[in-house]
């Protein structure tokens, strides 16, 4: 079965700061692979996803980023984070288009 | 426009007590609908999933409706247990697209013993 995961787990960071938080997957191959982002008692938004190895597709203008170096490994970076990029952030799988997503743990991000 | 509303917003009720909840959708052309649950602080689960074929779907004590006809449905909860209490989320997908996933901003349920 799959499994995902994220770290950190947690991450205080100034503004101003750089980014990066990971996503790796086990026990798939070639999966779709997305970022969402969720604010306090808000729905899940999606930022990115990929279907494959250096593709990648934005659904929202930010100052984030997102980057697939390797089949199984998802990065969400930033250059300079907003106190606005605080949030829950989840990396999520899906076999293919339309199949069922699973989601990692999250990290759990706050910009101060 | 693509949206997916759920309601209520939040819901509290009694240990030993059913509940439903209900989610409207305006995604087209539809594909699936999932029910996820989310803990506070973790990932969503996913409880369900129906097709346009699909009317009705169990998970143990979770049992999720589709009407493809007024794009409504529902998660019926039998017989809560405080480990009921988290955020339910109502998902529609829509075909032939990687990224069309919407979400609700889901119920915020509460079981009080």
């Known amino acids: 079965s799959q499994t995902i995961h994220q770290w950190p787990a947690t991450l205080v960071q100034p503004v101003g700061s750089p980014l990066s938080l990971e996503c790796t997957v086990e026990g798939t191959s070639n999966p779709n692979l997305y970022w969402y982002r969720q604010a306090a008692g808000r729905g899940l938004q999606l930022l990115f996803y990929s279907v494959g190895i250096g593709q990648i597709s934005s659904e929202v203008p930010q100052n984030l980023s997102a980057s697939r170096p390797q089949d199984r490994q998802f990065i969400l970076s930033s250059k300079k984070l907003l106190l606005s990029d605080s949030g829950f952030y989840l990396c999520a799988l899906a076999e293919a288009l339309g199949y069922e997503q699973y989601f990692g743990p999250g990290t759990r991000l706050t910009v101060t | 426009k693509n949206q997916v509303e759920q309601s209520p917003q939040s819901l509290i009720i009694l240990e030993g007590k059913n509940c439903t909840l209900q989610?409207?959708?305006?995604?087209?052309?539809?594909?699936?609908l999932r029910w996820y649950k989310q803990d506070t602080g973790r990932g969503p689960v996913s409880l369900t999933i129906m097709t346009f074929s699909e009317n009705t779907k169990s998970n143990g004590r979770y049992t999720a409706t589709l009407d493809a006809d007024t794009k409504q449905s529902s998660l019926h909860i039998t017989a809560s247990q405080l480990s009921d209490s988290a955020s339910y989320i109502c998902?529609?997908?829509?075909?032939?697209?990687?990224?069309?996933?919407?979400f609700g901003s889901g119920t915020r349920l509460s079981i009080r013993p």
């Open positions: 989610c409207n959708y305006t995604v087209s052309p539809f594909s699936n």
């Open positions: 998902v529609v997908s829509a075909k032939s697209s990687a990224s069309k996933i919407i």
